[in-house]
């Protein structure tokens, strides 16, 4: 029996890895961790019986204790709470997919505790990637990527891991808006950016994927997973998702991961690996799929992912200004407070104000993304 805690149990990647831990049967869910939605938590909880749950909000959590007083659950909120569900001593393996920089702290718990991580909070990475892949090292522990790109290229790279990677092809759909101009974006509504043409998520990363700030982000992370540059990282717009990321030797040769747009693969290679596992759903077809299209990204239109690669190339705490910045923006846009292309405007405005820190502990990390706010709210 596989023990597993899965922090941001509610969200799209939560609720799709307690899917894959109903169907295989023989995986045990010791902890969860959720934002608000108690409602769906509580479900959760007296389906699995875990025997620790967290809410972010203390008044939510004593809501849920109340509610499962006949189960001997117990209820935590806060840090305190996201870290105890993180190091819960059962758990093997932990799912981190919280969204945002909340992540780094219960993810460095987990690894210092020698769990191993199954990685879909990419902010951890992309903030923190120079702490994170140390401490695996030195801890021991393993972290298996459950973004499908990351996935992907963590499959291609298996038995090759002696050979030298020349570049990494990481593939994206190109989004709702894939061929539009700077001014068709300047229309762009809520309703319109929350369409994904191919993949089903939550609302900020389908936000993240139309302004290609998401691929930016996996730019970042791919570098610290696979220990590459960021110029070694090449995005290519496929329009279909069926390949889900690729990689190029030095050789020349070109290895690809395909199959249909669905999570749970990732997710349940992860929890599964080395070994692959049976998953019901639809196969790949390629009699009927016909082609597959590849173009290079707009990096004029959608500047969202120029702006990751100079983070990237800058280091320090720019990446964290980046992501801060756009996780800012990107909430005020899902009330409605600002218009679509202020997002990216938010984002550049708030690097070019920065002064990087070179080498950043976890303290300084927050405090950037903390000055990154007070800056966003003192233009905006």
Same mark, same amino acid.
């Given at each position: 029996?596989?023990?597993?805690?899965?922090?941001?149990?509610?969200?799209?990647?939560?609720?799709?890895?307690?899917?894959?831990?109903?169907?295989?049967?023989?995986?045990?869910?010791?902890?969860?961790?959720?934002?608000?939605?108690?409602?769906?938590?509580?479900?959760?909880?007296?389906?699995?019986?875990?025997?620790?749950?967290?809410?972010?909000?203390?008044?939510?959590?004593?809501?849920?204790?109340?509610?499962?007083?006949?189960?001997?659950?117990?209820? @935590?909120?806060?840090?305190?709470?996201?870290?105890?569900?993180?190091?819960?001593p059962q758990a093997e393996i932990v799912v981190t997919a919280v969204v945002g920089m909340i992540g780094i702290r219960p993810t460095i718990a987990a690894m210092e505790a020698g769990k191993d991580i199954a990685l879909a909070n990419k902010e951890t990475l992309v903030t923190a990637g120079h702490l994170i892949m140390p401490l695996a090292k030195e801890k021991q522990v393993r972290i298996l990527p459950v973004d499908s790109e990351h996935s992907a290229i963590?499959?291609?790279?298996?038995?090759?891991?002696?050979?030298?990677?020349?570049?990494?092809?990481?593939?994206?759909?190109?989004?709702?808006?894939?061929?539009?101009?700077?001014?068709?974006?300047?229309?762009?509504?809520?309703?319109?950016? @929350?369409?994904?043409?191919?993949?089903?998520?939550?609302?900020?990363?389908?936000?993240?994927?139309?302004?290609?700030?998401?691929?930016?982000?996996?730019?970042?992370?791919?570098?610290?997973?696979?220990?590459?540059?960021?110029?070694?990282?090449?995005?290519?717009?496929?329009?279909?998702?069926?390949?889900?990321?690729?990689?190029?030797?030095?050789?020349?040769?070109?290895?690809?991961?395909?199959?249909?747009?669905?999570?749970?693969?990732?997710?349940?290679?992860?929890?599964?690996?080395?070994?692959?596992?049976?998953?019901?759903?639809?196969?790949?077809?390629?009699?009927?799929?016909?082609?597959?299209?590849?173009?290079?990204?707009?990096?004029?239109?959608?500047?969202? @992912?120029?702006?990751?690669?100079?983070?990237?190339?800058?280091?320090?705490?720019?990446?964290?200004?980046?992501?801060?910045?756009?996780?800012?923006?990107?909430?005020?846009?899902?009330?409605?407070?600002?218009?679509?292309?202020?997002?990216?405007?938010?984002?550049?405005?708030?690097?070019?104000?920065?002064?990087?820190?070179?080498?950043?502990?976890?303290?300084?990390?927050?405090?950037?993304?903390?000055?990154?706010?007070?800056?966003?709210?003192?233009?905006?």
């Amino acid at each position: 029996m596989k023990k597993i805690a899965i922090l941001g149990s509610t969200g799209s990647i939560g609720t799709q890895t307690l899917e894959v831990a109903a169907h295989n049967g023989d995986i045990e869910v010791t902890a969860l961790a959720a934002g608000g939605n108690i409602a769906l938590l509580e479900e959760q909880i007296r389906r699995f019986r875990p025997s620790l749950a967290c809410v972010w909000d203390e008044k939510k959590a004593a809501e849920l204790r109340a509610n499962i007083r006949d189960l001997p659950v117990t209820v @935590l909120s806060g840090m305190d709470g996201l870290i105890a569900a993180a190091t819960e001593p059962q758990a093997e393996i932990v799912v981190t997919a919280v969204v945002g920089m909340i992540g780094i702290r219960p993810t460095i718990a987990a690894m210092e505790a020698g769990k191993d991580i199954a990685l879909a909070n990419k902010e951890t990475l992309v903030t923190a990637g120079h702490l994170i892949m140390p401490l695996a090292k030195e801890k021991q522990v393993r972290i298996l990527p459950v973004d499908s790109e990351h996935s992907a290229i963590f499959q291609c790279l298996n038995g090759e891991r002696e050979n030298r990677i020349h570049k990494i092809l990481l593939t994206a759909s190109g989004g709702p808006f894939r061929g539009y101009t700077r001014e068709q974006l300047a229309d762009v509504r809520l309703e319109d950016a @929350l369409k994904h043409p191919n993949w089903s998520m939550g609302r900020k990363i389908t936000i993240d994927s139309s302004t290609m700030v998401n691929k930016g982000l996996e730019v970042m992370e791919a570098k610290w997973l696979f220990g590459v540059e960021m110029d070694q990282v090449q995005v290519v717009v496929q329009p279909q998702s069926v390949i889900h990321s690729m990689v190029e030797f030095e050789d020349g040769a070109v290895m690809a991961q395909l199959g249909t747009p669905d999570m749970k693969l990732p997710i349940q290679y992860a929890l599964y690996y080395p070994k692959r596992r049976f998953l019901p759903g639809e196969r790949l077809d390629f009699a009927k799929l016909g082609q597959i299209t590849f173009q290079a990204p707009d990096l004029e239109v959608f500047r969202g @992912l120029a702006l990751a690669y100079q983070a990237g190339r800058r280091g320090g705490t720019l990446p964290t200004v980046f992501n801060a910045a756009n996780e800012y923006a990107v909430g005020r846009f899902l009330d409605r407070k600002i218009p679509y292309l202020t997002i990216i405007d938010m984002i550049e405005a708030a690097m070019e104000a920065h002064k990087v820190v070179e080498h950043p502990s976890v303290e300084q990390i927050l405090a950037a993304e903390r000055e990154t706010y007070e800056l966003i709210e003192s233009r905006w």
